[in-house]
């Protein structure tokens, strides 16, 4: 199995900029690929942006340009990094990673709450 630790999260104002992180451990070595995705309150869980193990990137509609994903295998991380925030950002954000052969884990969430 494995386990996602999150970090960042907190309340900007909108036009700034936050960056989260997710650290990856256990079974590291059978993830595939890893991911953001966010709730917003009344909202259904959406994906934000994946990445997978060779460094291909997904993103949806509403954050192109704006927010980046990486990835440090070297560290098992998976980086956002979020500019231009908008109001409409605002959401619990989760960490997800998907394995081969088993299914995908989940972070315990992080709060982004964008100010106008």
């Known amino acids: 199995q494995v386990q996602l630790v999150e970090s960042g999260g907190g309340l900007v104002q909108a036009g700034g900029s936050l960056k989260l992180s997710c650290v990856a451990s256990?079974?590291?070595?059978?993830?595939?690929?890893m991911g953001w995705y966010r709730q917003a309150p009344g909202k259904q869980r959406e994906l934000v942006a994946t990445i997978s193990n060779g460094g291909s990137t997904n993103y949806a509609d509403s954050v192109k340009d704006r927010f980046t994903v990486s990835r440090d295998n070297t560290k098992n991380t998976v980086t956002l990094q979020m500019n231009s925030l908008k109001p409409e950002d605002t959401a619990v954000y989760y960490c997800?990673?998907?394995?081969?052969?088993?299914?995908?884990?989940w972070g315990q969430g992080t709060q982004v709450t964008v100010s106008s």
């Open positions: 997800n990673a998907a394995l081969y052969g088993f299914p995908s884990y």
């Open positions: 256990g079974r590291i070595f059978s993830i595939d690929a």
